[in-house]
């Protein structure tokens, strides 16, 4: 069973998020938000939810602190007003999921569930932001993506629609060393630094080529 790491200090998101991820069998730890170290805790989570309330600014430096000295876990930002630039910023420091804190315990799921994956969730205005600065960087309309290898290509591909570095290893028949190692190079040849970047430039290509096409 997957365990998820709940960090806030309001309870009524606490009671909310632990149900929602207790319907589909993920175990829910919760620590107060103004806890004084959650290592122990984060030690045994795969996933962590970060609730930022109601505030911004000093909590969003705090998160991509906490993303940066724990590595091995997944952080999802939970926001009481969804704001593109706040998304961008966490996005950008390594959060994999930024989301409405009063999203619905459906919604909790497929987030859940895509993070786990090796995906990336982020709210409509957020990921339109994201398309918008690929589609005008020169990467979106040549070199980058036609440097790639066939072998890059597809994991590149794969990675787009959310496939997790084991998952690709498994579908393609070479080990995860390997898919990092096509990964890290394929970051290199495009200039992007995610997987939700690179999912973009994708759509982003795909979009131009298209644009280009006669008729």
């Not at 690709?168 to 040849?189: C, D, F, P, W």
Request: with cysteine; proline share 3%.
């Amino acid at each position: 069973m997957e365990t998820a790491l709940l960090v806030t200090s309001d309870e009524s998101i606490r009671s909310r998020m632990v149900d929602a991820l207790g319907r589909f069998a993920v175990a829910a730890r919760s620590l107060a938000g103004d806890a004084a170290d959650p290592a122990a805790e984060l030690r045994r989570a795969q996933l962590c939810f970060y609730d930022l309330g109601s505030h911004r600014g000093e909590s969003v430096a705090e998160l991509v602190a906490l993303v940066e000295a724990w590595p091995a876990v997944r952080f999802l930002a939970l926001t009481a007003v969804p704001d593109a630039k706040e998304g961008l910023r966490l996005l950008a420091g390594g959060v994999r999921g930024y989301c409405n804190r009063w999203m619905s315990p459906a919604v909790v799921e497929v987030v859940t569930r895509t993070v786990l994956a090796g995906g990336v969730w982020a709210g409509q205005e957020v990921t339109a932001r994201l398309l918008e600065q690929a589609l005008a960087r020169p990467q979106a309309r040549a070199p980058g993506l036609g440097h790639l290898t066939a072998r890059e290509r597809e994991v590149a591909e794969a990675v787009a629609i959310g496939r997790s570095n084991k998952v690709i290893a498994a579908e393609t028949g070479i080990s995860e060393r390997t898919v990092k190692a096509h990964l890290n190079a394929i970051y290199r040849k495009t200039a992007v630094r995610s997987r939700v970047q690179l999912a973009l430039l994708l759509r982003a290509g795909d979009l131009a080529t298209r644009r280009a096409a006669p008729g």
